[in-house]
């Protein structure tokens, strides 16, 4: 439904061309759910972005960038193109639902904005829409809390109601960033739930961004680890957790602190900083961090390939195989 | 426009903030000259207002009656310097002409540049101090001293400033002095305003109770943690009040209510007006000269903003 | 409650209320009491909202609770005014959960950590930030790097070793912190709680470690205590009371860690869906029984008092799991 095919995203500014996206391609089938996982500052979520145009104008495409969504090719550089599918067929949910929410208007006009705007239902259609959403992410009492306001909410509250928003006008494809990184974890959990039994039901396409690869663990059928601007690996959930090859990703898996470990574990962290995207390092732009990096690591960059069953990784000497000689 | 798009914007201008680094390094060159150019200027009108005794020109209210409404570059002959200690009439040259009374405009000019800078620079500084100080304690301390300096500050700027004006003119007379005071007076709401408004912001913020936690006194806190991050918004805003004070001199002579013993450029271009069809520079070149220095202190005042925004996000 | 001996922080029926708009009174803390054992790290668990940071702001006396001791090494920080509190501060630090917040963004990061010792007036100019340079490599950073730097260039992980530097220069006795790593990647959380760990062992620290994240507090705390709406629900050793824990509440928040593997899905969690209710109006008997899966009757009238179930191990419930 979605293919994504070398998307490349540069920002350009004083300090140079900041590779934040370099190169990236993917497919997502309807009603699949991918997870991308990696740091901040690893281009997850201008990614994403890039897909819906919500980008500054310092930002280029690369020239083979190729996007296609549902058949059709999408043109990601086109004002009027991305309008035909953003909020529509394409709907995004932010991190912070405080901000993502305007302050001064009603829940209830902001779901039915979208509507009216997109779909051209008429107030008391629209309202009764409105209604049916609110209810349908599990606010209680729909009917009076339409009426509210933002700050009258809790802040799990809030990002249902902007689940609500990104889902009114039946999506094809949702993109969640970071959804449940302003929120506490009971709460977390909750909206993880309401968003895989939403897209259940709507057969929808989900990208799922985190920084967490516990969060994703059990919700996405496939999980793209990104490093650098790069997805360094990416295969189905269950295999990826069995059998982990890129070094990157065990660093992240190893570096969340486990309920069954005894208490104070000391954890195993990766050393140094993610890679300055105006000038990343060569070969492996893990390579500088990685405690497996061989010199033709830092000569060569590894393609990202291999792996039966779905299962793509970029290293020359991934975990499970013996190192060089 | 639909709401999720709105939604969007505004998350792209974060995005955007995120990579405006880059925009800022190119518009760097473009960016100081028009730091530069106003600062010059300013420089230039200050240079010429505390020179103004020294250059070898007329008193700015000699009146040559031989040369009344001279056209630039007309010759006179006029005392130099202060009338009493001038050794006879002298040959000068009047570059920019005379006023219909024969003063000599250049002189004028360099003179009046005393008023407009006076009045513009000592009036927001009596509203810094006295309202960023109190906008400052208002917001920190909050209670009592909120309310009651909120209810001064709106009692002040309910009250109509022209009528302030006028009864201190009246019953004291318009001095330089008095008319500073009294618009000092008047921009304190406005500095309070900001002053507590940045305070509060950042009297919340996490390294505030930091220093509590370590032990730091009130005072300290306020002059070590809360003013250097208020204190530039004021520094902006105050060179926006010059720039606005300035102007107000300007609309205070048309009134009759500036400084009447001295030359002042509001006071020019009001005495020009009648002269507007036959000698239109009377009015416009110190209108002008009023331009330049009010577009320069805008143009800092903005520069400044840029300058000194500090980014608190990383990439 | 563990036993008098080597503690260092006790906290006995501490009250914080706040006046709120509209004449509410919120309670935010309500009668909540435990000790800290010297070189021991209590871990504080709670939803937003639930007084976990009002509490830890009690205890700094930032601002002092409306009632109830705070007594640190013996002494009672509640009554503390002036010098004397002044004093007893050197002692207790703290730091934040935003990286940046906590940092004043227009002071060079050799400053704000040598801060501290500016405010206790010890030693000159120099002195002090030799000492800042050498607190600043204890916790991972160059020096000669930071030194001059403003806070906005450093990454958020990096800007917690600042305020962990700034906290540790005075050497506390102890270490309030409130959600270090909530705001920070897993990546970077690990470092940070690495650090702190070791930061524990070489300055003796004994710590309070707020968090919403079990699976965090785990990690570094030996004591946990659950708090919810401004009650303490349950407080044990944390091996315990991981494994088999005694409050409703506590068993709900366990089930909602994500735990990265994709066999084990996570499992319902074990709470009645629902928000938390309002801190200004809190349900009456036990408070979790809104939401708890086990309430009865009595749970809706009578509340349940602070009971010992085991050997350091209390639990405010009338049905124990």
């Given at each position: 439904m979605?293919?994504?095919?070398?998307l490349?995203?540069?920002?350009?500014?004083?300090?140079?061309?900041?590779?934040?996206?370099?190169?990236?391609?993917?497919?997502?089938?309807?009603?699949?759910?991918?997870?991308?996982?990696?740091?901040?500052?690893?281009?997850?979520?201008?990614?994403v972005?890039?897909?819906?145009g919500l980008?500054?104008s310092?930002?280029?495409?690369?020239?083979?960038?190729?996007?296609?969504?549902?058949g059709?090719?999408?043109?990601i550089?086109?004002?009027?193109?991305?309008?035909?599918?953003r909020?529509?067929?394409?709907?995004?949910?932010?991190?912070?639902?405080?901000?993502?929410?305007n302050?001064?208007?009603?829940?209830?006009a902001?779901?039915?904005?979208?509507?009216?705007?997109?779909?051209?239902?008429?107030?008391?259609e629209a309202?009764?829409r409105?209604?049916?959403?609110i209810?349908?992410?599990?606010?209680?009492?729909?009917?009076?809390r339409?009426?509210?306001?933002?700050?009258?909410?809790?802040?799990?509250l809030?990002?249902r109601?902007?689940?609500?928003?990104?889902?009114a006008?039946?999506?094809?494809?949702?993109?969640?960033?970071?959804?449940?990184?302003?929120l506490?974890?009971t709460?977390q959990?909750?909206?993880?739930?309401?968003?895989?039994?939403?897209?259940?039901?709507?057969?929808?396409?989900?990208?799922?961004?985190?920084?967490?690869?516990?969060?994703?663990?059990?919700?996405?059928?496939d999980?793209?680890?990104?490093?650098?601007?790069?997805?360094?690996?990416?295969?189905?959930t269950?295999?990826?957790?069995?059998?982990?090859?890129?070094?990157?990703?065990?660093?992240?898996?190893?570096?969340?602190?486990?309920?069954?470990?005894?208490p104070?574990?000391?954890l195993?962290?990766?050393?140094?900083?993610?890679p300055?995207?105006?000038?990343?390092?060569p070969?492996?732009?893990?390579?500088?961090r990685?405690p497996?990096?061989?010199?033709?690591?830092?000569?060569?960059e590894p393609?990202?390939?291999?792996?039966?069953?779905?299962?793509?990784?970029?290293c020359w000497?991934p975990?499970?195989?013996?190192?060089?000689? | 426009?639909?709401?999720?798009?709105?939604g969007?914007?505004?998350?792209?201008?974060?995005?955007?903030?995120?990579?405006?680094?880059?925009?800022?390094?190119?518009?760097?060159r473009?960016?100081?000259?028009m730091?530069?150019l106003?600062?010059?200027?300013?420089?230039f009108?200050?240079?010429?207002?505390?020179?103004a005794?020294?250059?070898?020109?007329?008193?700015?209210?000699?009146?040559?009656?031989?040369?009344?409404?001279?056209p630039?570059?007309?010759?006179?002959e006029?005392?130099?310097?202060?009338?009493?200690?001038?050794e006879?009439?002298e040959h000068?040259?009047?570059w920019?002409?005379?006023?219909?009374?024969?003063?000599?405009?250049?002189?004028?000019?360099?003179?009046?540049a005393?008023?407009s800078?006076?009045?513009?620079?000592l009036?927001?500084?009596?509203?810094?101090?006295i309202?960023?100080?109190?906008?400052?304690?208002?917001?920190?301390?909050?209670?009592?001293?909120?309310?009651?300096a909120?209810?001064?500050?709106?009692t002040?700027?309910a009250?109509?400033?022209?009528?302030?004006?006028?009864?201190?003119?009246?019953y004291?007379?318009g001095?330089?002095?008095?008319?500073?005071?009294a618009l000092?007076?008047?921009?304190?709401?406005?500095?309070?305003?900001?002053?507590?408004?940045?305070?509060?912001?950042?009297?919340?913020?996490?390294?505030?109770?930091?220093?509590?936690?370590?032990?730091a006194?009130?005072?300290?806190?306020?002059?070590?943690e809360i003013?250097?991050?208020?204190?530039?918004?004021?520094?902006v805003?105050?060179?926006l009040?010059?720039?606005l004070?300035?102007?107000?001199?300007?609309?205070?002579?048309f009134?009759?209510?500036?400084?009447?013993t001295?030359?002042?450029?509001?006071?020019m271009?009001?005495e020009?007006?009648?002269?507007?069809?036959?000698?239109p520079?009377?009015c416009?070149?110190?209108?002008?000269?009023m331009?330049?220095t009010?577009?320069?202190?805008n143009?800092?005042g903005d520069?400044?903003?840029?300058?000194?925004?500090?980014?608190?996000?990383?990439? | 409650?563990?036993?008098?001996?080597g503690e260092?922080?006790?906290?006995?029926?501490l009250?914080?209320?706040?006046n709120?708009?509209?004449?509410?009174?919120?309670?935010?803390?309500?009668?909540?009491?435990?000790?800290?054992?010297?070189?021991?790290?209590?871990?504080?668990?709670?939803?937003?909202?639930?007084?976990?940071?009002?509490?830890?702001?009690?205890?700094?006396?930032?601002?002092?609770?409306?009632?109830?001791r705070?007594?640190l090494?013996?002494e009672?920080l509640?009554?503390?005014?002036?010098?004397a509190?002044?004093?007893?501060?050197?002692?207790?630090?703290m730091?934040?959960?935003d990286?940046?917040?906590?940092?004043?963004?227009?002071r060079?990061?050799?400053?704000?950590?040598a801060?501290?010792?500016?405010?206790m007036?010890?030693?000159?100019?120099?002195?002090?930030?030799a000492?800042?340079?050498?607190?600043?490599?204890a916790?991972?950073?160059?020096p000669?790097?930071?030194?001059?730097?403003?806070?906005?260039?450093?990454?958020g992980?990096?800007?917690?070793?600042?305020?962990i530097?700034?906290?540790?220069?005075?050497?506390?006795?102890?270490?309030?912190?409130?959600?270090?790593?909530?705001a920070?990647?897993v990546?970077?959380?690990?470092?940070?709680?690495n650090?702190?760990?070791?930061?524990?062992?070489r300055?003796?620290?004994?710590?309070?470690?707020?968090?919403?994240?079990?699976?965090?507090?785990?990690?570094?705390?030996?004591?946990?205590?659950v708090?919810?709406?401004?009650?303490?629900?349950?407080?044990?050793p944390s091996?315990?009371?991981?494994?088999s824990?005694?409050?409703?509440?506590?068993?709900a928040?366990?089930?909602?860690?994500?735990?990265?593997?994709?066999?084990?899905?996570?499992?319902?969690?074990?709470?009645?869906p629902?928000?938390?209710?309002?801190?200004?109006?809190?349900?009456?008997?036990?408070?979790f029984?809104?939401?708890?899966p086990?309430a009865?009757?009595?749970?809706?009238?009578v509340?349940?008092e602070?009971?010992?179930?085991?050997?350091g191990?209390?639990?405010?419930?009338h049905?124990?799991?």
């Amino acid at each position: 439904m979605l293919t994504v095919s070398n998307l490349r995203t540069h920002f350009h500014t004083g300090r140079g061309i900041v590779r934040a996206v370099d190169g990236v391609s993917f497919n997502l089938a309807r009603g699949r759910t991918l997870g991308i996982v990696g740091e901040s500052g690893s281009g997850k979520t201008v990614l994403v972005r890039s897909l819906l145009g919500l980008l500054p104008s310092t930002a280029k495409f690369g020239g083979e960038t190729e996007i296609g969504f549902e058949g059709r090719p999408l043109d990601i550089r086109s004002e009027t193109a991305l309008n035909q599918v953003r909020g529509r067929a394409i709907a995004m949910v932010f991190q912070d639902p405080m901000t993502s929410l305007n302050p001064v208007m009603t829940v209830g006009a902001q779901i039915t904005e979208s509507l009216r705007y997109h779909l051209g239902l008429t107030g008391g259609e629209a309202r009764e829409r409105a209604v049916a959403l609110i209810d349908s992410v599990g606010i209680p009492m729909a009917r009076q809390r339409i009426d509210q306001h933002p700050h009258q909410l809790s802040g799990g509250l809030r990002q249902r109601v902007a689940i609500a928003i990104a889902l009114a006008c039946e999506p094809k494809l949702l993109i969640a960033d970071e959804p449940t990184t302003a929120l506490d974890v009971t709460i977390q959990a909750e909206i993880l739930d309401l968003l895989a039994r939403q897209q259940a039901e709507r057969d929808m396409a989900m990208i799922l961004i985190t920084h967490d690869l516990g969060v994703v663990a059990g919700r996405a059928d496939d999980i793209a680890v990104m490093y650098a601007g790069r997805i360094v690996e990416r295969a189905p959930t269950a295999r990826l957790f069995a059998n982990m090859r890129m070094p990157y990703t065990q660093a992240l898996m190893n570096a969340i602190p486990r309920l069954e470990a005894p208490p104070n574990t000391p954890l195993r962290t990766i050393g140094g900083r993610p890679p300055d995207l105006v000038n990343p390092p060569p070969g492996c732009r893990f390579a500088p961090r990685c405690p497996r990096a061989e010199s033709r690591c830092t000569d060569h960059e590894p393609p990202l390939e291999g792996g039966e069953s779905g299962h793509r990784f970029a290293c020359w000497y991934p975990v499970g195989e013996p190192g060089a000689a | 426009m639909s709401r999720s798009i709105h939604g969007f914007e505004r998350r792209a201008r974060v995005a955007e903030a995120v990579a405006s680094s880059g925009a800022r390094g190119a518009r760097r060159r473009k960016l100081n000259v028009m730091l530069w150019l106003p600062i010059a200027w300013i420089a230039f009108v200050f240079g010429c207002a505390l020179s103004a005794d020294w250059w070898p020109m007329p008193e700015p209210d000699y009146m040559d009656f031989l040369s009344q409404g001279a056209p630039p570059g007309t010759t006179g002959e006029v005392p130099i310097g202060a009338f009493e200690s001038s050794e006879g009439l002298e040959h000068y040259v009047f570059w920019l002409g005379t006023d219909m009374m024969g003063r000599d405009i250049v002189s004028r000019l360099m003179f009046g540049a005393r008023v407009s800078l006076t009045l513009g620079l000592l009036a927001p500084l009596i509203g810094l101090v006295i309202g960023g100080g109190l906008g400052m304690a208002a917001g920190y301390w909050r209670g009592m001293l909120e309310a009651t300096a909120v209810g001064v500050t709106d009692t002040i700027l309910a009250f109509p400033g022209i009528v302030l004006l006028l009864a201190i003119v009246f019953y004291l007379g318009g001095s330089l002095l008095n008319l500073t005071l009294a618009l000092g007076f008047l921009t304190v709401p406005a500095f309070y305003r900001v002053a507590r408004a940045n305070t509060l912001t950042y009297a919340e913020r996490e390294f505030v109770t930091a220093a509590k936690a370590m032990g730091a006194s009130d005072v300290s806190i306020l002059a070590r943690e809360i003013l250097p991050n208020v204190i530039m918004p004021m520094l902006v805003y105050a060179l926006l009040i010059v720039a606005l004070l300035i102007v107000v001199e300007g609309v205070l002579s048309f009134l009759g209510l500036s400084v009447p013993t001295a030359p002042s450029w509001g006071g020019m271009i009001a005495e020009g007006r009648e002269y507007l069809d036959e000698h239109p520079r009377l009015c416009f070149v110190p209108a002008f000269v009023m331009f330049l220095t009010v577009l320069s202190f805008n143009l800092l005042g903005d520069r400044l903003r840029g300058l000194t925004d500090v980014r608190e996000s990383n990439i | 409650m563990m036993s008098g001996n080597g503690e260092l922080l006790k906290v006995e029926d501490l009250v914080v209320t706040f006046n709120q708009a509209g004449g509410q009174r919120l309670r935010a803390v309500d009668g909540v009491g435990f000790a800290v054992a010297k070189g021991e790290t209590l871990g504080l668990v709670g939803e937003s909202g639930c007084g976990k940071s009002s509490l830890a702001r009690a205890v700094i006396q930032l601002p002092p609770p409306t009632s109830g001791r705070v007594l640190l090494d013996g002494e009672d920080l509640t009554g503390l005014a002036g010098e004397a509190l002044r004093r007893t501060r050197r002692k207790i630090q703290m730091i934040f959960q935003d990286p940046i917040s906590s940092l004043n963004p227009r002071r060079r990061i050799g400053d704000t950590v040598a801060q501290p010792l500016r405010i206790m007036r010890r030693g000159g100019r120099a002195e002090r930030d030799a000492q800042a340079c050498d607190m600043l490599a204890a916790v991972g950073l160059d020096p000669g790097d930071a030194i001059d730097r403003l806070p906005h260039q450093f990454s958020g992980g990096q800007c917690q070793r600042i305020s962990i530097a700034r906290a540790l220069i005075l050497e506390p006795e102890f270490l309030i912190c409130d959600e270090p790593v909530s705001a920070l990647d897993v990546s970077v959380q690990a470092q940070i709680l690495n650090l702190l760990r070791e930061m524990r062992a070489r300055y003796g620290l004994t710590m309070l470690f707020i968090s919403h994240d079990l699976a965090v507090v785990k990690n570094i705390c030996d004591r946990v205590a659950v708090m919810y709406l401004a009650k303490l629900c349950e407080i044990g050793p944390s091996e315990e009371l991981y494994r088999s824990p005694a409050h409703p509440y506590t068993a709900a928040l366990l089930s909602a860690i994500p735990q990265p593997s994709p066999e084990r899905r996570p499992a319902k969690i074990a709470l009645v869906p629902g928000e938390l209710p309002s801190p200004t109006d809190p349900p009456p008997g036990c408070r979790f029984h809104t939401r708890c899966p086990h309430a009865k009757a009595i749970c809706k009238q009578v509340e349940p008092e602070v009971k010992e179930v085991g050997p350091g191990r209390s639990v405010a419930c009338h049905f124990p799991l």
